[in-house]
């Protein structure tokens, strides 16, 4: 089964073909904020894996706070990063009162503000908080296949019910990734995407 599996997204790739996820709202921590939240010594516990390699979704949840309003048993992903970063739809902004530049992951200088409350402490972070840029995990294989450099910008219709065209979306290429577009929540509703959904990469 898993070959059948691999040999069909193997095509699918070729085809220029791309799996379009739905990214929630949720939370990266550094080592260092993840003891502040959970207490001395605490680390991520996996409770599932996530489709890119050696991610995670964690056993922990926190509580995200905004001047408007709080958002309550908020995801974090793991492993523990270098930093801390909490990605929000432009919906979840409004409602918490947070203002966040639309950035790549990782890219956290200048930020939104938040606070983040866990079981055994607060943590006030003054930059961090971003609406995640639309983006693809490419391989370094597919890459070449697909004639596809890294930061380069392409637009991908999504083959949904409402077919939408999403611009300069970002291609991602490194060898510790899979193939796969993440949107957030408010892109998935605008597209309707639901479910097992394709996206079909154009220039």
Do not use: W, Y
Request: with cysteine.
């Amino acid at each position: 089964m898993e070959q059948i599996v691999s040999a069909v997204m193997d095509a699918v790739h070729r085809a220029g073909l791309v799996e379009v996820e739905v990214s929630a709202r949720h939370v990266h921590l550094s080592q260092a904020d993840v003891e502040v939240l959970f207490g001395p010594g605490a680390r991520l516990e996996p409770k599932r894996p996530l489709s890119q390699p050696g991610q995670f979704l964690s056993e922990q949840r926190v509580t995200l706070v905004g001047p408007k309003g709080r958002k309550e048993r908020v995801a974090v992903l793991g492993p523990a990063r270098k930093a801390t970063q909490v990605e929000l739809s432009k919906s979840d902004c409004m409602e918490l009162g947070v203002k966040a530049p639309v950035r790549e992951s990782g890219d956290v200088a200048g930020s939104g503000a938040i606070t983040i409350e866990g079981p055994c402490g607060t943590l006030e972070l003054k930059e961090g908080v971003i609406i995640a840029h639309n983006h693809i995990h490419v391989t370094a294989p597919d890459s070449k296949l697909l004639d596809l450099k890294d930061k380069q910008r392409v637009s991908v219709a999504v083959m949904s019910e409402r077919p939408v065209i999403f611009q300069d979306v970002i291609i991602r290429v490194s060898t510790e990734f899979s193939c796969k577009m993440h949107i957030d929540v408010d892109e998935a509703n605008a597209a309707l995407v639901s479910g097992f959904t394709l996206g079909k990469i154009i220039r």
